[in-house]
């Protein structure tokens, strides 16, 4: 099974931005599209974005024009980059398949001044 890693949270003022890293434990080629999720507390966690293996994306329309997810194979590695930052994006977010399997610790983001 394949376990994902994910990085580059942290504190941000409103207007900022932070690039988010999923690692993925081994190639994730053919394994299909990859979601970048949210929790925020006491909330459910919520997909944000979407990446298939061809490259096409989807957006939660709350984060659409500010957030933008992509993909490096060779690195194994799925990226969210997220702009305009405001208060109620923050959560923990989550990446993983789209088709399932285990979630991985999270990275926390907080956007407050």
């Known amino acids: 099974q394949v376990q994902f890693v994910e990085s580059g949270g942290g504190l941000v003022q409103p207007g900022g931005s932070l690039r988010l890293s999923c690692a993925a434990s081994?190639?994730?080629?053919?394994?299909?599209?990859m979601g970048w999720y949210r929790q925020a507390p006491e909330k459910q966690r919520d997909l944000v974005a979407l990446i298939t293996s061809a490259g096409s994306t989807n957006y939660a329309d709350s984060v659409k024009g500010r957030f933008t997810i992509s993909r490096d194979s060779a690195k194994n590695t799925v990226y969210l980059q997220m702009n305009s930052l405001k208060p109620e994006d923050t959560a923990v977010y989550y990446c993983?398949?789209?088709?399932?399997?285990?979630w991985g610790q999270g990275t926390q983001v907080t956007v407050s001044s």
């Open positions: 993983r398949l789209a088709s399932g399997g285990s």
């Open positions: 081994r190639s994730i080629f053919g394994f299909g599209a």
